[in-house]
C-alpha cells in the first residue's frame, strides 16, 4: 500500500489503513521524538499523542506532502511541546534545585546507565554530556540537527519538514555542529584542563 | 625551550579557542601550525580534543530499536479514551473575546473611579450621625453644668439660708 492509497484510506476512516500506518511509521515517530526528549517513556508517550492526532486530523493533510514529512512534523512539535510543559513543570517545582545541583541532570532512561547494560561506563557518560549540549542549542538547530543525525533526512527532507529553505538548513546544521562543540569544549575543559 | 606555567596556560586558552576551527578544518597557515605544536607538547588539549571528537561522533547513534508490542492498542486506547480536542478558535473570535474582555475591564474600573470618587450616602449618613452625636453630648454636658449650679444653689440656701 503507498503512502497515497493510505492516506485515502485513512480519510475514509479505515481501521486496517490505521493500523498500518503506525506499525509502518511507529519507529520512526518513536526515534523522532526520542532524539529530542532523550527518555524511551515519555517518546512512546508523545508518539502515541502524534497518532492520536494523525487519526483525528487525517482531513487535514495536503496530497501534495509526504506523509513522512507530515509525521515528523508533528513528532516534532508534539516533542517540543513536551520539553516546554517539562520546563514550566520544572519551573513550578522548585528550579532553584536545578541550578544548585552540578552532578548531570539523569532524569531519562537512555541517560540513566542502568538501563544499558550493554554499553561501557565511559559511552553512558559520553550520551549524558551530548544529550545536554544537544538540549542547549537553540530550537531550529537542534531539529535540523536531530532529522540529520538520528533520522538521515537530507537537507532537502529538513526543509520541508522545518518549511525552511534548504540554504536555511545548511546555515543551521553548520551552527549546530560548531555549538555543539563549543559546549562539548565548555563542558569537558573543566574535568581536563 | 620550557614555558612558564602562566605562558602554558596562556597557550591552552587560545589553543581551546581555535580547536572548533581546528576540528572543521577551518585553519590554515601559522595558526593551524601553532595549533598543531601545541597539541604535540600538551597532553591536556589533546585529551580536550579527543573527548569532545569522540563524544560528537556518538550523535545520531542513539537509537530505539525495539518497539513496545503493544503500541497499536495503546494509540487506540488513547483514540477510545479521549474525547477530541477542541477546535482551535479563529484569530477573529481571539481578537472578539480579547476585545469585550479588555472593554469590560475599562467599564470596571471606569465606574470603580467613578464610585470612589464621589461622595456616597453612607459616608453622608456618617457625618449626619456624628453632628447628632455632638449635639447630643453637648446637651449631656449643659445638663450636667445645670444640675450642678441647681446643686450648688441649694446646698448655699440650705447653709446660708439665704437665697
Given at each position: 500500500?503507498?503512502?497515497?492509497?493510505?492516506?485515502?484510506?485513512?480519510?475514509?476512516n479505515d481501521q486496517e489503513a490505521f493500523r498500518h500506518l503506525v506499525e509502518n511509521y511507529q519507529q520512526m515517530v518513536?526515534?523522532?521524538?526520542?532524539?529530542?526528549?532523550?527518555?524511551?517513556?515519555?517518546?512512546?508517550?508523545?508518539?502515541?499523542?502524534?497518532?492520536?492526532?494523525?487519526?483525528r486530523s487525517i482531513d487535514n493533510f495536503r496530497a501534495e506532502a509526504r506523509l513522512s514529512t507530515w509525521l515528523y512534523r508533528i513528532s516534532v512539535n508534539k516533542s517540543l511541546n513536551h520539553i516546554r510543559g517539562q520546563k514550566i513543570n520544572k519551573w513550578?517545582?522548585?528550579?532553584?534545585?536545578?541550578?544548585?545541583s552540578?552532578?548531570?541532570?539523569?532524569?531519562?532512561?537512555?541517560?540513566?546507565?542502568?538501563?544499558?547494560?550493554?554499553?561501557?561506563?565511559?559511552?553512558?557518560?559520553?550520551?549524558?554530556?551530548?544529550?545536554?549540549?544537544?538540549?542547549?542549542l537553540p530550537e531550529n538547530q537542534r531539529i535540523a540537527f536531530t532529522l540529520?543525525?538520528?533520522?538521515?533526512?537530507?537537507?532537502?527532507?529538513?526543509?520541508?519538514?522545518?518549511?525552511?529553505?534548504v540554504s536555511?538548513?545548511?546555515?543551521?546544521?553548520?551552527?549546530?555542529?560548531?555549538?555543539?562543540?563549543?559546549k562539548l569544549i565548555k563542558a569537558y575543559k573543566n574535568n581536563i584542563l | 625551550m620550557c614555558l612558564t606555567n602562566k605562558q602554558k596556560e596562556m597557550n591552552c586558552r587560545k589553543c581551546e579557542k581555535y580547536i572548533v576551527d581546528y576540528l572543521e578544518n577551518r585553519l590554515t597557515g601559522n595558526k593551524r601550525q601553532s595549533v598543531e605544536e601545541h597539541l604535540a607538547s600538551c597532553i591536556k588539549c589533546v585529551r580536550l580534543?579527543?573527548?569532545?571528537?569522540?563524544?560528537?561522533?556518538?550523535?545520531?547513534?542513539?537509537?530505539?530499536?525495539?518497539?513496545?508490542?503493544?503500541?497499536?492498542?495503546?494509540?487506540?486506547?488513547?483514540?477510545?479514551s479521549s474525547a477530541p480536542e477542541a477546535r482551535p478558535v479563529s484569530f477573529s473570535v481571539r481578537w472578539a473575546i480579547n476585545t469585550a474582555v479588555y472593554t469590560m475591564i475599562v467599564i470596571v474600573g471606569f465606574s470603580l473611579g467613578v464610585f470612589l470618587g464621589l461622595p456616597s450616602k453612607s459616608l453622608e449618613l456618617s457625618r449626619?450621625?456624628?453632628?447628632?452625636?455632638?449635639i447630643s453630648e453637648q446637651y449631656y454636658l449643659n445638663e450636667h453644668e445645670h444640675a450642678y449650679y441647681a446643686q450648688d444653689y441649694i446646698e448655699n440656701i440650705l447653709v446660708t439660708g439665704e437665697e
Amino acid at each position: 500500500m503507498n503512502d497515497k492509497e493510505l492516506v485515502n484510506r485513512l480519510k475514509q476512516n479505515d481501521q486496517e489503513a490505521f493500523r498500518h500506518l503506525v506499525e509502518n511509521y511507529q519507529q520512526m515517530v518513536i526515534n523522532t521524538c526520542n532524539s529530542l526528549l532523550h527518555n524511551i517513556e515519555d517518546a512512546e508517550d508523545v508518539a502515541q499523542e502524534v497518532f492520536v492526532e494523525v487519526y483525528r486530523s487525517i482531513d487535514n493533510f495536503r496530497a501534495e506532502a509526504r506523509l513522512s514529512t507530515w509525521l515528523y512534523r508533528i513528532s516534532v512539535n508534539k516533542s517540543l511541546n513536551h520539553i516546554r510543559g517539562q520546563k514550566i513543570n520544572k519551573w513550578i517545582s522548585g528550579i532553584g534545585q536545578v541550578f544548585s545541583s552540578n552532578e548531570p541532570v539523569v532524569n531519562t532512561l537512555t541517560d540513566n546507565p542502568e538501563n544499558e547494560p550493554q554499553r561501557s561506563m565511559e559511552q553512558k557518560e559520553r550520551a549524558v554530556i551530548l544529550n545536554r549540549a544537544i538540549d542547549g542549542l537553540p530550537e531550529n538547530q537542534r531539529i535540523a540537527f536531530t532529522l540529520s543525525q538520528y533520522e538521515d533526512l537530507s537537507y532537502k527532507e529538513i526543509s520541508a519538514v522545518m518549511d525552511v529553505s534548504v540554504s536555511s538548513v545548511e546555515s543551521l546544521l553548520f551552527r549546530a555542529r560548531r555549538n555543539l562543540r563549543k559546549k562539548l569544549i565548555k563542558a569537558y575543559k573543566n574535568n581536563i584542563l | 625551550m620550557c614555558l612558564t606555567n602562566k605562558q602554558k596556560e596562556m597557550n591552552c586558552r587560545k589553543c581551546e579557542k581555535y580547536i572548533v576551527d581546528y576540528l572543521e578544518n577551518r585553519l590554515t597557515g601559522n595558526k593551524r601550525q601553532s595549533v598543531e605544536e601545541h597539541l604535540a607538547s600538551c597532553i591536556k588539549c589533546v585529551r580536550l580534543v579527543e573527548e569532545v571528537e569522540q563524544t560528537f561522533k556518538i550523535s545520531g547513534q542513539d537509537k530505539v530499536r525495539e518497539v513496545n508490542p503493544f503500541f497499536y492498542t495503546r494509540v487506540m486506547q488513547r483514540i477510545k479514551s479521549s474525547a477530541p480536542e477542541a477546535r482551535p478558535v479563529s484569530f477573529s473570535v481571539r481578537w472578539a473575546i480579547n476585545t469585550a474582555v479588555y472593554t469590560m475591564i475599562v467599564i470596571v474600573g471606569f465606574s470603580l473611579g467613578v464610585f470612589l470618587g464621589l461622595p456616597s450616602k453612607s459616608l453622608e449618613l456618617s457625618r449626619e450621625n456624628e453632628q447628632l452625636q455632638n449635639i447630643s453630648e453637648q446637651y449631656y454636658l449643659n445638663e450636667h453644668e445645670h444640675a450642678y449650679y441647681a446643686q450648688d444653689y441649694i446646698e448655699n440656701i440650705l447653709v446660708t439660708g439665704e437665697e
